[in-house]
């Protein structure tokens, strides 16, 4: 693939009550969010198993962002 090309691909773990709700509040604002981030929402970041992370990155995630 092609550096100018390449889009990678970001999974993120938002916390329901803190990071979910800011992205939640940028989308009512009509900020543009990438397309290349797909959101998963939790009820709360330090609640997340490792294995669930692995098994993200294993299945062809670029990238994981984990935040609350």
Known sequence: MEKE???PQI???LC???TYAAADQAGASRKEIDSSLNVVR???SS???HNLLLNTYFSGADGI???G
């Open 65 to 67: 962002l984990v935040a």
């Open 47 to 49: 609640r997340i198993d």
């Open 42 to 44: 939790v009820m709360c």
């Open 11 to 13: 999974v993120g773990f």
């Open 16 to 18: 329901n009550w803190c």
């Open 5 to 7: 090309n390449f889009k």
